[in-house]
Structures are given as C-alpha cells and as structure tokens.
C-alpha cells in the first residue's frame, strides 16, 4: 500500500508541475511576448480553460502530503515557513491579476495586473525550485541557497519553454512556432523532471514514513470515487479546448 500511494503522490506532483508549469510559463512570458495588449489577451485566452483544473491538481498534492506523509507535512511547514507563505502570496497574486485584469478597461489598470500574473508567476517558479533543493538536502539547508536559487532558476526557465510550447500547441503560429501535441507532452515530462528527481532520491524516506496502513487504507476508500471524476474533468478539459477551438474567439473569463 505504502508502494502505491507514493506512486500516486508522484503522478500527482509531476503532474502538477507539467500541467501547471505551462499556466506559469505562459505568466513568465507576457512581457516577453505580449508585447501588445491584443498579444496578451491572447496568451491569457489560450490558458484560460485550463487554468483552474490544473490547480486542482495542487490542491490533490497537498490532501495526499498531509493524509499520507504526515511527518512530512510538518517539516514542510516548520523548514519552509516564510517560503510557503511568499508562495501562497504570490499564487494568490497571480489568480488576482487572472481574475481582476478585465474588470477595467483602462491601460493602467490593465498592465498592473498583467504586471501582477508576470510577478506572481515568476515567485511561484523560482519558489518551487528552492522548495525541492530544500527537500532533497531533508530540510536540513535553507532553501535561500546559492543552489536553491539555481534550481529555482533552471525551473523558471523550464516552466517558460514549457509555457512557449504550449502557445505554439494552442495558438499555432501566433507567437512564431507551431508545437504539435507529442512535443507539449515531452516539454511537460521535462518540466517535471526537477520534480521527480527530489521524490526518486526521497523514495526511502517517503516509505518509510508513510502513515499506518489502516490509514492508507481509509485514504482509499475516499479518494477511488473522487479519482476517476477527476480525470474526467481533465480529459473533458483538453478535448473540448484542443487547437482547432480558436483561442482568439474564445470568450475568456480571464
């Protein structure tokens, strides 16, 4: 049991960093490439459909940590307090530019907030590489390291390839390349290698530390009927937003 719940805590982290990790290399991006406030609204539009389904995938990853690694869980908050909480303020910023950025329609109040999605996009990339250096040291490192800032960095720029490909899928040829589906899924696999790294190096630890097994066994018997709702969201997500539904005419709620 131990086996299989790390393997679905795997799936559900690299997953997060692959379906996410486009949503935020799209936000890293907007002053690169929308240089116009038309550019703009289209790399929005084009993530739009997507952008609450892959949260939930966070939100997942952390039921999971808390159910079944429960030891992790305060680690976790004790080791990286101050950086947990700049990440939270940072999502919390991004979603509010998403959400915020088409209530007005003056150019001020607009690049604030295109501003705001960059900004909390960048805070939550860089913060999620210095997140896994401080996992893979056991939080014995602080995660404001030289090399917690270089793996920060190698995953912000992994998030902005990730991101540009996925503009290349959704939008072909708007912002100068074309992605067919296969490449977006080996760019998503490639963002979440930093992420499977961390959790292939603390597979020891996770099973050892794994809650009692009448525990897991409660876990599943909540989550199988959740999981396969879940999954159907997902699948229903991407057939129905594929490229082919113009991003351009999409009316994006962002």
């Known amino acids: ?10 799936v559900l982290l690299a997953g997060y960093f692959a379906l996410e990790g486009f949503d935020l290399g799209v936000g890293l991006l907007l002053p ?13 539009a084009a993530m739009a459909p997507y952008v609450l389904a892959n949260e ?7 039921g999971t940590m808390f159910g079944v690694y429960p030891l992790l869980e305060g680690e976790v908050l004790f080791g990286l307090y101050p950086l947990v909480v700049a990440m939270l303020l940072c999502w919390a910023l991004r979603d509010a530019g ?26 939550l990339s ?3 590489g210095m997140a896994l250096y401080a996992a893979a040291t056991g939080f014995e490192a602080s995660p404001v390291h030289p090399l917690g800032l270089m793996l920060g960095m190698v995953v912000t720029l992994l998030f902005a ?11 072909p040829g708007v912002f100068g390349v074309t992605r ?6 080996v760019s998503g696999l490639v963002a979440a290698l930093p992420a499977l790294g961390v959790l292939g190096g603390a597979m020891p630890y996770l099973l050892e530390h794994s809650a009692p097994a009448a525990t897991l066994n409660v876990l599943s018997v909540m989550v199988l009927p959740v999981a396969p709702i879940m999954l ?23």
């Open 161 to 171: 390839f990730h991101g540009w490909t996925f503009l290349g899928w959704r939008t």
């Open 56 to 62: 939930v995938w966070l939100v997942a990853v952390a």
């Open 1 to 10: 049991m131990e086996v299989i719940w790390f393997a679905v805590f795997t």
């Open 98 to 123: 998403l959400w915020f950025r088409r209530r007005l329609d003056g150019s001020a109040w607009r690049g604030f907030w295109d501003a705001a999605i960059a900004f909390g996009s960048l805070g």
């Open 232 to 254: 159907g969201a997902q699948i229903w997500v991407w057939r129905t937003f594929r490229p082919g539904k113009d991003a351009f005419r999409l009316p994006s709620f962002f």
């Open 180 to 185: 067919p589906g296969r490449v977006l899924l």
């Open 126 to 128: 860089v913060g999620w």
């Open 32 to 44: 690169v490439l929308g240089r116009t406030r038309g550019n703009r609204d289209r790399m929005v």
